[in-house]
């Protein structure tokens, strides 16, 4: 079985980019609009899911509460147990979404609290059926309402094997127990969410603010393209700001300002695209910091923030791109 990180294998590495210059030179390092590659999930176990036993909460009962757990009492199920807390009314979630989540895990036999994200600054941000969480979380939180609140009893087959994670402190003989708060989810049809901005630059390309899950329409106008760095609100969200250090999960349509030429949507692949902002081009960098989780951004990139006289598939060289981003998350 793949080592996972302690609880979480939220990955630390990302998605990691094609090169597109030299470190050495300060050249940007990654394109925007490389198609991302998923890691190959673990092999799991699967079987049916059982409603308990689970230990009682015993304070912090409300959703986005930090809970507290008692010990576990007798023998845990052997099959992975899952029981609803609360039932959310929000989306549903399914294989390949991307959830946000707060959560504490456990050991059942000692009550020992081994991680919870409750006191951090943001939710755990993974994609579900993708390796990237443990086996029990992988096959739970299938199928669950966004505002849901679960315990998981999972046992060992379902989380790290009989090796266990020695330097968490959890034993191959191990359950462990979480409450887990679903708090958003987001696949290929997600869109930004806020309040729209007015778009009275007729010298900048106009992007449609639709937010039903489709592409957005890019109109370039027939002039001269702006020779620095344009970053502007389409729709302007109400989630924190982004920072510079940043890793991000967004939907993205990139044109070229020459002729209006599509050259790379993620809307078109029906993926979503996760990357730290270390590792584009310096017009997406610059152009996505300060600007607010939720949001759709009109960027347009001129050649010396973007590949310069470097070509790309569909991006002849010295072009001048514009992009339509929706930032959903900040992983």
Do not use: H
């Amino acid at each position: 079985m793949r080592r996972r990180s302690v609880l979480l294998a939220v990955p630390a590495g990302l998605l990691t980019l094609a090169g597109c210059g030299d470190d050495k030179s300060g050249s940007d390092k990654a394109s925007p609009s490389k198609e991302p590659t998923s890691p190959t999930p673990s092999p799991a176990p699967t079987g049916k899911i059982v409603s308990g036993p689970v230990p009682p909460i015993t304070s912090g009962k409300e959703f986005g509460e930090k809970p507290k757990l008692a010990k576990g009492t007798g023998k845990p199920s052997s099959d992975l147990a899952v029981k609803t807390v609360i039932k959310g009314n929000g989306p549903t979630t399914a294989k390949k979404d991307f959830l946000q989540v707060n959560y504490l895990g456990q050991i059942w036999s000692s009550a020992k609290v081994l991680d919870q994200s409750f006191d951090k600054d943001k939710p755990a941000t993974f994609q579900l059926g993708a390796g990237q969480v443990i086996p029990g979380w992988d096959q739970a939180l299938v199928k669950r309402n966004v505002g849901s609140r679960l315990e998981l009893a999972v046992p060992p087959a379902y989380a790290y094997g009989k090796q266990g994670q020695p330097q968490a402190g959890i034993k191959g003989t191990d359950t462990l127990v979480f409450v887990i708060d679903i708090v958003n989810r987001f696949n290929g049809k997600s869109s930004a969410k806020g309040d729209k901005v007015a778009q009275s630059n007729i010298d900048l390309p106009k992007v449609s603010d639709n937010t039903d899950g489709k592409a957005p329409t890019i109109t370039v106008p027939k002039k001269s393209e702006p020779k620095k760095l344009v970053s502007e609100y389409v729709i302007e969200g109400d989630g924190p700001k982004v920072k510079k250090s940043d890793a991000l999960l967004v939907q993205y349509k990139g044109v070229l300002w020459k002729n209006g030429k599509q050259f790379d949507s993620t809307y078109k692949r029906g993926e979503l695209a996760q990357f730290s902002l270390q590792q584009v081009v310096k017009g997406w960098s610059q152009g996505l910091t300060g600007k607010k989780v939720g949001s759709r951004v009109l960027i347009v990139v001129p050649p010396d923030l973007g590949y310069k006289n470097e070509a790309k598939p569909g991006i002849p060289a010295n072009s001048t791109l514009v992009f339509s981003v929706d930032i959903l998350a900040v992983l």
